[in-house]
Protein backbone atom coordinates (compact mmCIF):
# COMPACT_ATOMS: atom_id res chain seq x y z
CA UNK A 1 0.00 0.00 0.00
CA UNK A 2 1.34 3.38 -0.63
CA UNK A 3 0.18 6.79 -0.49
CA UNK A 4 2.15 10.61 -0.80
CA UNK A 5 1.88 13.57 0.46
CA UNK A 6 3.17 17.18 -0.61
CA UNK A 7 4.32 19.69 2.39
CA UNK A 8 3.22 23.35 1.62
CA UNK A 9 6.65 24.71 2.12
CA UNK A 10 10.20 23.90 3.21
CA UNK A 11 10.17 20.42 4.57
CA UNK A 12 13.24 18.39 6.17
CA UNK A 13 11.97 15.07 6.22
CA UNK A 14 15.32 14.08 8.75
CA UNK A 15 14.70 16.83 11.02
CA UNK A 16 11.20 15.78 11.25
CA UNK A 17 11.68 12.34 12.23
CA UNK A 18 14.95 12.28 14.23
CA UNK A 19 12.46 12.77 17.55
CA UNK A 20 11.65 8.77 17.15
CA UNK A 21 14.92 7.70 16.68
CA UNK A 22 16.13 6.12 20.12
CA UNK A 23 20.04 5.98 19.07
CA UNK A 24 22.06 4.81 16.04
CA UNK A 25 21.11 1.16 16.73
CA UNK A 26 17.03 1.80 17.28
CA UNK A 27 15.67 -1.41 16.17
CA UNK A 28 12.64 0.12 14.82
CA UNK A 29 14.22 2.67 12.82
CA UNK A 30 16.63 2.97 9.97
CA UNK A 31 17.91 5.50 7.83
CA UNK A 32 19.59 4.87 4.34
CA UNK A 33 22.31 6.63 2.83
CA UNK A 34 19.80 8.16 0.52
CA UNK A 35 17.52 9.74 3.13
CA UNK A 36 15.08 7.18 2.73
CA UNK A 37 13.65 6.30 6.62
CA UNK A 38 11.74 3.41 7.96
CA UNK A 39 9.83 2.44 10.67
CA UNK A 40 8.48 -0.19 12.27
CA UNK A 41 5.33 0.62 14.60
CA UNK A 42 2.46 -1.32 16.21
CA UNK A 43 -1.31 0.04 15.62
CA UNK A 44 -4.44 -1.20 16.45
CA UNK A 45 -4.62 -3.93 13.88
CA UNK A 46 -0.98 -5.15 13.95
CA UNK A 47 2.57 -4.50 13.39
CA UNK A 48 2.99 -2.16 9.99
CA UNK A 49 6.64 -1.04 8.27
CA UNK A 50 6.53 2.32 6.89
CA UNK A 51 9.11 3.25 4.04
CA UNK A 52 9.09 7.33 3.67
CA UNK A 53 11.41 9.37 0.86
CA UNK A 54 11.40 12.60 -0.32
CA UNK A 55 10.92 12.94 -4.36
CA UNK A 56 12.27 15.08 -6.48
CA UNK A 57 9.30 17.03 -6.78
CA UNK A 58 9.10 17.46 -2.73
CA UNK A 59 6.41 14.62 -2.44
CA UNK A 60 7.09 12.35 0.27
CA UNK A 61 5.76 8.85 -0.60
CA UNK A 62 5.09 6.98 1.47
CA UNK A 63 4.69 2.77 1.58
CA UNK A 64 3.53 0.25 4.21
CA UNK A 65 3.24 -3.50 4.94
CA UNK A 66 1.89 -5.56 7.01
CA UNK A 67 -1.39 -6.00 9.23
CA UNK A 68 -1.31 -2.66 10.03
CA UNK A 69 -0.20 -0.88 6.81
CA UNK A 70 -3.69 1.02 6.27
CA UNK A 71 -3.23 2.07 9.80
CA UNK A 72 0.23 3.40 9.45
CA UNK A 73 -0.36 4.87 6.19
CA UNK A 74 -3.69 7.13 7.54
CA UNK A 75 -1.27 8.78 10.09
CA UNK A 76 1.41 9.87 7.54
CA UNK A 77 0.42 12.75 7.01
CA UNK A 78 0.33 13.61 10.42
CA UNK A 79 3.46 11.97 11.12
CA UNK A 80 5.06 14.44 8.78
CA UNK A 81 4.15 17.89 10.31
CA UNK A 82 1.15 18.43 8.12
CA UNK A 83 -1.21 18.97 11.40
CA UNK A 84 1.89 21.34 13.15
CA UNK A 85 0.60 24.56 12.99
CA UNK A 86 3.22 27.39 13.94
CA UNK A 87 0.83 30.43 13.81
CA UNK A 88 0.96 33.03 17.02
CA UNK A 89 4.99 31.76 17.13
CA UNK A 90 7.12 34.54 16.93
CA UNK A 91 11.13 34.53 17.50
CA UNK A 92 11.52 36.46 21.05
CA UNK A 93 15.61 35.89 20.86
CA UNK A 94 18.01 36.12 18.58
CA UNK A 95 19.67 32.63 18.78
CA UNK A 96 15.90 31.00 18.05
CA UNK A 97 15.59 33.28 15.27
CA UNK A 98 18.83 31.60 13.88
CA UNK A 99 17.45 28.54 14.67
CA UNK A 100 14.52 29.58 12.83
CA UNK A 101 16.77 30.54 9.50
CA UNK A 102 19.03 26.91 10.26
CA UNK A 103 15.70 25.02 10.22
CA UNK A 104 13.05 26.02 7.66
CA UNK A 105 11.44 22.50 7.51
CA UNK A 106 11.24 22.09 10.89
CA UNK A 107 7.61 20.66 11.53
CA UNK A 108 6.51 18.83 14.57
CA UNK A 109 6.19 15.34 13.92
CA UNK A 110 2.68 13.20 14.96
CA UNK A 111 2.98 9.74 15.04
CA UNK A 112 -1.16 9.45 15.99
CA UNK A 113 -0.28 6.31 18.17
CA UNK A 114 1.08 6.90 21.96
CA UNK A 115 2.02 3.03 22.74
CA UNK A 116 5.42 2.81 21.02
CA UNK A 117 6.41 6.34 21.96
CA UNK A 118 5.54 5.46 25.46
CA UNK A 119 7.35 2.61 26.02
CA UNK A 120 10.54 4.36 24.65
CA UNK A 121 10.06 7.47 27.39
CA UNK A 122 9.54 5.18 30.32
CA UNK A 123 12.71 3.60 29.93
CA UNK A 124 14.10 6.82 29.68
CA UNK A 125 13.33 7.89 33.41
CA UNK A 126 16.30 8.84 35.51
CA UNK A 127 18.61 7.04 33.55
CA UNK A 128 21.04 8.15 30.81
CA UNK A 129 20.39 7.69 27.18
CA UNK A 130 23.04 4.85 26.82
CA UNK A 131 21.44 2.94 29.51
CA UNK A 132 17.64 3.90 27.63
CA UNK A 133 18.80 2.84 24.54
CA UNK A 134 20.29 -0.50 25.50
CA UNK A 135 16.97 -1.92 27.23
CA UNK A 136 14.66 -0.36 24.33
CA UNK A 137 17.24 -2.55 21.92
CA UNK A 138 16.52 -5.37 24.13
CA UNK A 139 12.72 -5.66 24.62
CA UNK A 140 11.84 -4.69 20.82
CA UNK A 141 14.16 -7.27 19.52
CA UNK A 142 13.29 -10.17 22.33
CA UNK A 143 9.72 -9.26 22.46
CA UNK A 144 8.40 -7.06 19.24
CA UNK A 145 7.33 -8.18 15.74
CA UNK A 146 9.76 -8.59 12.67
CA UNK A 147 8.68 -5.52 10.41
CA UNK A 148 7.17 -7.13 8.16
CA UNK A 149 7.67 -6.37 4.29
CA UNK A 150 10.91 -5.92 2.41
CA UNK A 151 12.30 -3.88 5.48
CA UNK A 152 16.08 -3.98 6.09
CA UNK A 153 17.23 -6.64 8.55
CA UNK A 154 16.73 -6.49 11.69
CA UNK A 155 14.08 -4.31 11.83
CA UNK A 156 11.31 -5.01 14.20
CA UNK A 157 8.47 -3.10 16.12
CA UNK A 158 8.36 -2.43 19.49
CA UNK A 159 6.60 -4.96 21.94
CA UNK A 160 2.72 -4.72 21.69
CA UNK A 161 0.82 -4.26 25.06
CA UNK A 162 0.05 -7.59 25.17
CA UNK A 163 3.55 -8.79 24.78
CA UNK A 164 4.99 -7.00 27.08
CA UNK A 165 2.58 -7.58 30.27
CA UNK A 166 3.70 -11.34 29.70
CA UNK A 167 7.25 -10.60 29.88
CA UNK A 168 9.25 -12.90 33.21
CA UNK A 169 10.82 -10.83 35.93
CA UNK A 170 14.45 -12.63 34.95
CA UNK A 171 13.46 -11.13 31.70
CA UNK A 172 13.38 -7.21 32.64
CA UNK A 173 16.25 -7.86 34.84
CA UNK A 174 18.15 -9.14 31.60
CA UNK A 175 17.10 -6.02 29.74
CA UNK A 176 18.24 -3.91 32.77
CA UNK A 177 14.98 -2.16 33.87
CA UNK A 178 14.29 -1.52 37.31
CA UNK A 179 11.35 -2.33 39.70
CA UNK A 180 9.80 1.41 38.98
CA UNK A 181 9.79 1.23 35.13
CA UNK A 182 8.96 -2.35 34.84
CA UNK A 183 5.66 -1.04 37.17
CA UNK A 184 4.86 1.84 35.07
CA UNK A 185 5.20 0.01 31.97
CA UNK A 186 3.01 -2.73 32.98
CA UNK A 187 0.24 -0.69 34.25
CA UNK A 188 0.16 1.54 31.38
CA UNK A 189 0.12 -1.67 29.30
CA UNK A 190 -2.98 -2.98 31.40
CA UNK A 191 -4.75 0.69 29.94
CA UNK A 192 -3.09 0.97 26.64
CA UNK A 193 -6.13 0.98 24.61
CA UNK A 194 -7.48 3.78 26.69
CA UNK A 195 -4.26 5.92 26.44
CA UNK A 196 -4.21 5.98 22.80
CA UNK A 197 -7.25 8.77 23.37
CA UNK A 198 -4.39 11.02 24.78
CA UNK A 199 -3.74 11.45 21.19
CA UNK A 200 -7.32 12.70 20.43
CA UNK A 201 -7.82 14.99 23.18
CA UNK A 202 -4.19 16.74 22.63
CA UNK A 203 -2.22 19.94 24.67
CA UNK A 204 -2.87 19.44 28.98
CA UNK A 205 -5.74 17.48 28.62
CA UNK A 206 -3.77 14.82 26.95
CA UNK A 207 -0.94 15.34 29.01
CA UNK A 208 -3.43 14.96 32.43
CA UNK A 209 -4.48 11.41 30.79
CA UNK A 210 -1.09 10.17 30.40
CA UNK A 211 -0.67 10.62 34.26
CA UNK A 212 -3.41 8.95 35.58
CA UNK A 213 -1.00 5.91 35.24
CA UNK A 214 1.45 5.80 38.40
CA UNK A 215 4.82 6.22 37.49
CA UNK A 216 4.05 8.86 34.54
CA UNK A 217 5.29 12.66 35.62
CA UNK A 218 4.94 15.31 33.74
CA UNK A 219 8.51 14.65 31.65
CA UNK A 220 6.90 11.44 30.63
CA UNK A 221 3.76 13.06 29.98
CA UNK A 222 5.62 15.69 27.61
CA UNK A 223 7.89 13.33 25.84
CA UNK A 224 5.15 11.56 24.78
CA UNK A 225 3.09 14.46 23.71
CA UNK A 226 5.87 16.07 21.67
CA UNK A 227 5.82 13.13 19.71
CA UNK A 228 2.37 11.12 19.58
CA UNK A 229 0.08 14.52 18.74
CA UNK A 230 3.37 17.15 17.93
CA UNK A 231 2.08 18.84 20.96
CA UNK A 232 4.25 22.59 20.20
CA UNK A 233 3.88 23.53 24.21
CA UNK A 234 4.85 20.47 26.12
CA UNK A 235 8.12 21.52 27.44
CA UNK A 236 10.00 18.32 29.04
CA UNK A 237 10.11 19.49 32.93
CA UNK A 238 12.09 17.72 35.03
CA UNK A 239 15.09 17.06 32.43
CA UNK A 240 18.57 16.41 33.24
CA UNK A 241 20.14 18.69 30.51
CA UNK A 242 17.46 21.18 29.31
CA UNK A 243 17.24 23.92 32.13
CA UNK A 244 21.10 23.97 31.48
CA UNK A 245 20.52 24.06 27.82
CA UNK A 246 17.93 26.73 27.54
CA UNK A 247 19.57 28.99 30.41
CA UNK A 248 22.90 29.09 28.70
CA UNK A 249 21.35 29.73 25.19
CA UNK A 250 18.83 32.85 26.71
CA UNK A 251 20.26 33.98 29.74
CA UNK A 252 24.13 32.50 29.33
CA UNK A 253 23.77 31.02 32.59
CA UNK A 254 22.04 27.46 34.14
CA UNK A 255 18.72 27.91 35.15
CA UNK A 256 16.62 25.17 37.12
CA UNK A 257 13.01 24.18 36.20
CA UNK A 258 11.44 27.72 37.19
CA UNK A 259 14.13 29.54 35.81
CA UNK A 260 13.36 27.58 32.67
CA UNK A 261 9.87 27.99 32.18
CA UNK A 262 9.54 31.99 32.86
CA UNK A 263 12.59 32.05 30.47
CA UNK A 264 10.27 30.43 27.88
CA UNK A 265 6.73 32.44 28.85
CA UNK A 266 7.44 34.59 25.83
CA UNK A 267 6.79 31.36 23.65
CA UNK A 268 3.61 30.10 25.55
CA UNK A 269 1.69 28.28 23.30
CA UNK A 270 4.79 27.22 21.50
CA UNK A 271 7.43 26.18 24.01
CA UNK A 272 8.47 23.11 22.69
CA UNK A 273 8.71 24.57 19.39
CA UNK A 274 11.15 26.90 20.93
CA UNK A 275 13.30 24.79 22.82
CA UNK A 276 13.81 22.21 18.97
CA UNK A 277 14.49 26.09 17.57
CA UNK A 278 17.29 26.37 20.22
CA UNK A 279 18.57 22.72 19.64
CA UNK A 280 18.85 23.72 16.33
CA UNK A 281 20.47 26.49 16.35
CA UNK A 282 23.79 24.50 18.22
CA UNK A 283 22.58 25.13 21.88
CA UNK A 284 24.09 22.30 23.75
CA UNK A 285 24.61 21.41 27.17
CA UNK A 286 28.55 22.07 27.63
CA UNK A 287 30.57 18.60 27.20
CA UNK A 288 32.49 19.46 30.36
CA UNK A 289 29.50 19.96 32.78
CA UNK A 290 28.11 17.16 35.31
CA UNK A 291 26.56 13.97 34.07
CA UNK A 292 24.22 11.19 35.22
CA UNK A 293 26.40 8.15 36.34
CA UNK A 294 25.64 5.02 33.95
CA UNK A 295 24.21 2.29 35.84
CA UNK A 296 23.41 -1.17 34.64
CA UNK A 297 20.49 -2.61 36.32
CA UNK A 298 21.57 -6.29 34.92
CA UNK A 299 24.34 -6.48 38.10
CA UNK A 300 22.09 -5.22 40.72
Not at 9 to 15: K, N, Q, S
Not at 195 to 205: H, I, K, N, T, Y
Not at 234 to 245: C, R
Request: charge should be positive; proline fraction near 7%.
Amino acid sequence: MSTSWRPPGPHDLARVLSPLRRGGGDPTSAVEDSGTWWLATTTERGAATLRLATAGSGEVVAESWGEGAEAALARVPGLLGAHDDAAGFTAAHEIVRRGCRAAPGLRLCATGRVWDVLVAAVLEQKVTNREAWRSWRELCRRFGAPAPGPAPRGLCSPPAPRALREIRDWEWHRAGIDGARRRTLIAAAGVAHRLERAAELGGADGRALLRRVPGIGVWTAAEVAQRAWGDPDAVSVGDYHLPTVVGLALAGRPMDDAEMLDALAPYAGHRHRAVRYLHAAGARRPRFGPRLPARDYRLL
